[in-house]
């Protein structure tokens, strides 16, 4: 089986999660590191004991519980529930920078991952119930203007403006990445349609040379040697038809990776039992069902509905996280074909990226020629979905 590197611990940890790690870390950080002390380091008590700390414990889950949904109610929410525990309220104390690790890490995150009104909104939050609690405890020295003493206050300041930028600079990273792969994968579309454009010009320039010398012969002869000009027309009509097939062959075979053969590589959804007993054998087994009558296809028809597929069942073995998926392929109706794959997957792979790579990208503009239909993206009830339909030329069906 192919193996797929884990995602980050920061992407499979809920920010919840996260914020709700640093609260608890913050609650225990005196009766562990400080060994029960009644005093923070830095001024702030801690009091009321243990059913004191449990109630201000619960309003910091709260608020953790939001952090997605409504960040700067979640931040308040964190930030009254250090306050509250650690005296913070009380004039003659300072808040120490260790009580605010929850609404540090809440933050961050929210910078990271939230619209930027929501992170401009939460840090403003911050910054000013901050200011007004050192403007507020009486002899409190900001040493960030006087630079004679930094206290405990002005340091979570200082901290909460660190946590910002740092979720800042994530964010920025994270919005580069992605406007490189849609550049990229841009480029990928764009290229291929240039090599379409070059092959298709190639191919119709030849014929439409014949078909006006057949077409010219045919004027002159029509009138003197009908026989001659009839013939000229069926292979104007022959011309016609064997482009019309090659413009359509040629649009698929220009899907095919670079080196690939056809001796080497299966060209239709007869290769299909192949590819499942194939991607089996490296762990995940693929179970193919077939309705309707198997019967045969356009070769552009039959080689993209197996190229989804394979694509497809590429993508599950990568990025799924399972061990099994299925393959429906769906002649029942007539005119078309539909292939659908689906799988239970829990891996990174089941959100509608699928990867790093332009595989669904590619599907979709390879069905969009062929006029068909293209559907990809997560299950509700889990998972990842395929669903193709590629309709069949009326003159093959017929």
């Not at 619960?58 to 509250?84: D, K």
Request: glycine share 10%; proline share 5%; with cysteine.
């Amino acid at each position: 089986m192919l193996a797929t590197p884990s995602p980050p611990l920061f992407r499979r940890v809920p920010p919840e999660v996260w914020v709700g790690l640093a609260w608890c870390v913050a609650a225990a950080y005196p009766a562990v590191l400080l060994g029960g002390n009644a005093r923070y380091h830095g001024g702030a008590a801690a009091h009321g004991g243990l059913s004191f700390t449990l109630a201000t414990t619960v309003v910091a889950f709260a608020g953790a519980a939001l952090v997605r949904r409504l960040p700067v109610l979640a931040v308040a929410l964190l930030f009254v529930a250090a306050f509250t525990e650690t005296d913070g309220w009380a004039a003659d104390t300072q808040v120490p920078p260790a009580s605010l690790l929850a609404v540090d890490v809440a933050l961050c995150l929210i910078t990271v991952t939230r619209p930027r009104r929501s992170s401009r909104a939460a840090f403003a939050l911050v910054m000013s119930l901050l200011v007004l609690h050192i403007g507020l405890v009486h002899g409190n020295t900001v040493g960030i203007f006087t630079g004679t003493h930094i206290g405990s206050a002005d340091g979570a300041a200082l901290l909460a403006l660190v946590a910002w930028l740092i979720g800042r600079s994530m964010r920025q990273n994270r919005e580069h990445a992605q406007a490189l792969s849609t550049r990229a994968a841009t480029e990928a579309v764009t290229a291929e349609r240039l090599r379409i454009a070059r092959e298709m010009h190639d191919t119709v320039a030849h014929t439409i040379g014949i078909v006006a010398l057949q077409a010219g012969a045919a004027r002159r002869v029509i009138d003197t040697r009908p026989e001659r000009a009839k013939q000229a027309l069926g292979e104007i009509e022959n011309a016609g038809r064997d482009t019309l097939a090659g413009l359509r062959r040629m649009l698929v075979a220009l899907r095919q990776a670079d080196g690939e053969t056809s001796a080497t590589t299966p060209q239709g959804l007869a290769d299909l039992d192949r590819l499942a007993a194939a991607t089996t054998a490296a762990g995940v087994r693929v179970e193919v069902r077939r309705r309707g009558e198997q019967g045969p296809l356009p070769p552009e028809i039959d080689l993209s509905a197996f190229r989804v597929i394979q694509e497809s069942v590429t993508n599950v073995v990568r990025h799924a996280d399972t061990r099994s998926c299925e393959v429906l392929v769906d002649r029942r109706t007539a005119g078309e074909v539909a292939v659908e794959i689906t799988d239970r997957g829990t891996g990174p792979g089941t959100d509608p990226g699928r990867g790093t790579g332009f595989g669904l990208a590619g599907l979709r503009e390879r069905v969009g020629l062929l006029d068909g239909e293209f559907e990809a993206g997560p299950r509700p009830e889990g998972g990842f979905r395929v669903a193709v339909r590629l309709p069949i030329p009326v003159e093959v069906n017929a």
